[in-house]
């Protein structure tokens, strides 16, 4: 087991935590890390827009315009691609873009995430993250008592409207509860900041 040390809000050191190897001890599996967030990009997609064919616009199709003598080019209907309120060639239509990946898979990509951010160094352990007044101050205090390089994820256990409003307008400080974190969330930020409490939950889940 890996032995950390736990701060508080002010990056002074209030005590140790072990962490469990089946969680943050996985061996590094880039292969499904990979196909794990490719799936979650693309259940993101809505797959919703849509446009018309030249046979679906409104309109007639009869002939504009006599087959020859005109010394235009022929046309057998102004619903075509290349008039102006014509179809479009190869229009897109709604489709389903999601991917399916079993939950054992997704779990494994997860904790195989985890411990590749803690073999570099890049998570942090909080006993807990707390913003009593809701303010965008304490939140950036935080931030700044660290000296984070790179956009930062707080994992937490259990949290009030105050700390979500406190850090909803820093640009590089993203909050998720620990129920729901995903591989994406991982690997999409620099740095990795757990509460103990969000630690008890992703290690929990393995029992």
């Known amino acids: 087991m890996a032995e950390v040390k736990v701060y508080n809000m002010s990056a002074k050191q209030v005590g140790t935590k072990k962490l469990s190897d089946e969680v ?3 061996e590094y599996n880039e292969p499904l890390i990979h ?9 993101q997609r809505q797959g919703t827009k849509s446009t018309l064919t030249r046979s679906e616009v409104r309109g007639h199709a ?12 022929r046309q057998g209907s102004t ?10 060639a190869f229009a897109p239509k709604p489709r389903d873009f999601s991917k ?16 590749a951010k803690l073999a570099d160094n890049n998570v942090t352990v909080l006993d807990k993250f707390v913003t009593p007044t809701a303010k965008t101050k304490e939140a950036q205090n ?16 259990d ?19 620990a129920e729901l974190l995903n591989v994406y969330d991982v690997v999409a930020n620099k740095n ?16």
Do not use: H
């Open 62 to 73: 009869a002939k504009p315009y006599r087959q020859k003598g005109t010394g235009r080019a």
């Open 35 to 43: 196909q794990v967030v490719v799936a979650y990009n693309a259940n």
């Open 24 to 26: 943050f001890g996985v």
């Open 159 to 177: 949290a009030t409207e105050n700390e979500l409003r406190a850090a909803a307008n820093i640009k590089d400080l993203n909050l998720v509860s």
């Open 100 to 115: 399916k990946v079993n939950k054992q898979a997704k779990r494994l990509a997860l904790c195989s995430a985890l411990s």
């Open 79 to 88: 619903k075509g691609p290349q008039f102006i309120g014509g179809g479009v």
């Open 192 to 207: 990795l900041v757990l509460t103990e409490s969000a630690i008890k939950y992703l290690e929990g889940e393995e029992e």
């Open 142 to 157: 935080f931030v700044d008592a660290f000296k984070f390089n790179g956009s930062v994820l707080v994992v937490y256990g």
